[in-house]
């Protein structure tokens, strides 16, 4: 397609925009707009952020099995075990770390 054809083919599109777009919403409609939103998870602490981790799969594997025996998520276990072991002190940490 040339350019003279492409713009005779969107020619019905360059018209301005009416005044009202873009202006800012009315008390109504932000409140309406807020109570349709969804609720989603609840903030903990500051918030979550996803992470991409690599762990060997036995250990992958035992964690979950762990996890789903004591009722508690996979995420939840590991954010038990990295406080854990940032409650060491530092040598005991080490030791613990290096296995």
């Known amino acids: 397609m040339s350019v003279e ?7 019905q ?3 301005p925009l009416p ?7 009315t008390a109504e409609q932000a409140e309406w707009n807020r ?3 969804k609720r ?4 903990k602490g500051k918030g979550s952020v996803n992470v991409l981790i690599s762990l060997e799969r036995g250990l992958i594997e035992a964690a979950d099995e ?5 009722g508690i998520a ?3 276990l590991i954010a038990i075990g990295l406080r854990s072991v940032m409650s060491m002190n530092p040598k005991a940490a080490g030791r613990a770390i290096a296995g």
């Open 66 to 70: 762990f996890a789903q025996e004591h």
């Open 40 to 43: 989603g998870r609840p903030k």
């Open 5 to 11: 054809e492409l713009a005779a083919a969107t020619k």
């Open 19 to 25: 005044d009202d777009v873009g202006q800012p919403l």
């Open 74 to 76: 996979r995420s939840a």
């Open 13 to 15: 599109f360059d018209v």
């Open 35 to 37: 109570a349709k939103r």
